[in-house]
């Protein structure tokens, strides 16, 4: 379905100047060397992702300014100034620091969205250690893979979560504390490798020197799917905060005065890049949500919190969608100033829904894990053509490569995007991969994996990815983890996992497998075997169908072709199969 243009340039009357006015003149002028003068660096040189976000607020008059809102999934709230976050994170830095923690340890959290993440994340970051965020929703074979290649050194979780991390803590030689967060004190007796981190924290000094960290030190890593192997840790450098802060302040458009909400989770990179990082960094107030989606709790929280800026994902804005405009009559929105939108392509009618039901479009952006901030954006004074990613960030240069990623295609044409590299919050390495890192840049290109073209005006529009990767509600799956899962099963001999699409998620995981012999197909079986998986793995890259079959196609070195799997599952061509075994 095509669509005018829904903005026309400064037709709408905005009740804030954005901050991006002219995106061509933005173009010409824009430097990074501007941004970097723009952040206060420490003393003496370095750059420190969390003294730019929270400490050199606190010694400003934005010291009593409140930098977090947290509402709670029982309905308590706490707010949160800069002045607090400085201290908590310094007490907690420190507390880093008394059990052995050096500059370069790896230290994760797997924990839910309670103020003690932000405080962990931000406190690491200050300790010069390098921080892995887990989603808490990650099975133990999930947490197992990314602690284990990782080599954290310490875990901080919940009584909740602890138990997962029991079930493999035999498999972690290199973890050698478990902090735990009791926030709503649940009766929990430590283990000898536990440690209460209520107790650790009251202990600490609020006094801290952030340990000097220079603009290529490691600072986060994020784990990623790919199509074979482990997932694989994506890591970001201190030099990173240049480009959240940026981004956040020209795409998200965000002012001194707004009050945010971003609906993503720290263990993902938006929830640490725009729901930690970006907004902080630009001293902006921000509202977390402790639970899940909600379209009543959501819009509740706009409501209660006059929220003006918000950032969600299109699976978010379809399920608001399928609730419905007689829920948002319920509540007064009028509040919000702006919405942008990531994680997967925003249809054009979920853009045309907002403007219906809110009076403002919601602006799609792209990026990824490996980017660590926007790329491609829809702006506030642009023109949205609803579907398009939008037009390159100022500081970044995006092509449509041909299939040889050595010519730019021209307008019209798709092929394969790529970003020329050298923008300061792109990924310094794969952890322990330096091979299939290398293999992702090509003549000064850094490769996507994405399929889209640009049209005559320079907007660019998504395609589908290049590979086996699953888009399922804005997280990528890798098909790999979701099958080494399934065969661990008994029953199964083999499994071969695809995306199909789905209206609500983009695309939904079907496995297809085989089973071994003395075993027969059943309800019961599918069922058992679900099950299983929702234990190994976290929830969005369990499979929601599994079909059985005598056998699964494979090339004659034994190989499932996943792609002939899909093409029979939608009806399409099989294309080639002189590979397929006899």
């Not at 620091?97 to 500059?103: A, H, M």
Request: overall charge negative.
């Amino acid at each position: 379905m095509n669509y005018e243009p829904i903005i026309k340039g400064n037709v709408k009357e905005f009740s804030v100047k954005p901050n991006l006015l002219n995106y061509e003149e933005a173009r010409e002028s824009f430097s990074w060397d501007d941004i970097y003068k723009e952040l206060d660096g420490l003393e003496g040189g370095g750059l420190n992702i969390a003294y730019e976000a929270i400490d050199r607020h606190a010694k400003t008059s934005l010291r009593e300014k409140m930098a977090l809102y947290w509402e709670g999934k029982d309905g308590n709230s706490k707010q949160y100034t800069f002045h607090d976050l400085y201290t908590l994170t310094n007490r907690f830095a420190n507390a880093l620091q008394s059990l052995g923690i050096k500059k370069g340890d790896r230290v994760f959290t797997y924990m839910d969205r309670t103020p003690e993440i932000f405080v962990a994340i931000l406190g690491t970051l200050k300790a010069g250690a390098v921080v892995g965020p887990l989603f808490s929703a990650f099975g133990p074979d999930a947490v197992k893979d990314r602690l284990q290649d990782s080599g954290a050194r310490i875990l901080i979780t919940t009584p909740g979560l602890v138990a997962t991390v029991h079930e493999i803590a035999g498999e972690l030689p290199a973890l050698e504390k478990i902090i735990i967060v009791n926030r709503r004190k649940t009766p929990y007796e430590l283990n000898e490798n536990e440690v209460s981190y209520e107790r650790i924290m009251e202990s600490a000094s609020e006094e801290f020197e952030i340990v000097k960290t220079e603009k290529e030190d490691k600072a986060i890593m994020h784990y990623t799917s790919g199509t074979t192997g482990k997932p694989k840790g994506a890591v970001h450098v201190h030099q990173a905060v240049m480009g959240h802060y940026a981004t956040a302040k020209y795409v998200l458009d965000l002012h001194p005065d707004d009050i945010y909400f971003c609906t993503a989770d720290p263990g993902w990179v938006t929830g640490t890049s725009y729901g930690i990082f970006g907004p902080w960094s630009n001293g902006i107030s921000q509202v977390v949500y402790e639970g899940g989606f909600s379209a009543s709790h959501w819009y509740g929280v706009i409501e209660k919190y006059q929220v003006t800026v918000w950032y969600t994902a299109p699976t978010a804005i379809r399920m608001l969608m399928k609730a419905g405009e007689k829920v948002i009559g319920k509540y007064n929105l009028k509040s919000l100033r702006y919405m942008c939108s990531v994680g997967e392509p925003l249809n054009p009618e979920a853009v045309v829904w907002s403007v219906e039901a809110f009076g403002l479009p919601f602006h799609d952006n792209w990026w990824q894990t490996e980017t660590g901030c926007i790329q491609i954006a829809n702006y506030p004074l642009q023109d949205i053509r609803p579907g398009s990613m939008g037009k390159p960030f100022p500081g970044v240069t995006a092509a449509i490569l041909d299939e040889d990623c050595k010519h730019e295609l021209p307008p019209g044409e798709e092929g394969n995007l790529a970003l020329k590299s050298g923008w300061p919050s792109m990924f310094r390495i794969y952890w322990n991969k330096k091979e299939l890192y290398d293999s992702k840049f090509i003549n000064g290109w850094y490769i996507t994996g994405d399929r889209a073209r640009k049209d005559e005006d320079g907007y660019f529009w998504f395609v589908g990815r290049a590979d086996d990767v699953i888009n399922t509600a804005g997280h990528l799956v890798g098909p790999f983890e979701v099958e080494s899962a399934l065969i661990e099963h008994p029953a199964v001999a083999e499994a071969g996992v695809i995306g199909i699409p789905d209206k609500l998620a983009m695309e939904v995981i079907k496995a297809f497998i085989s089973l071994k012999d003395g075993y027969e197909i059943s309800d019961e079986l599918i069922m058992e075997i679900k099950r299983f998986a929702r234990k190994k793995l976290h929830a969005v890259a369990c499979p929601k169908e599994i079909e059985i079959l005598d056998s699964l196609p494979k090339t004659r070195s034994g190989k499932i072709m996943r792609r002939l799997l899909k093409a029979r599952e939608l009806g399409l061509s099989e294309g080639d199969t002189s590979t397929l075994e006899d």
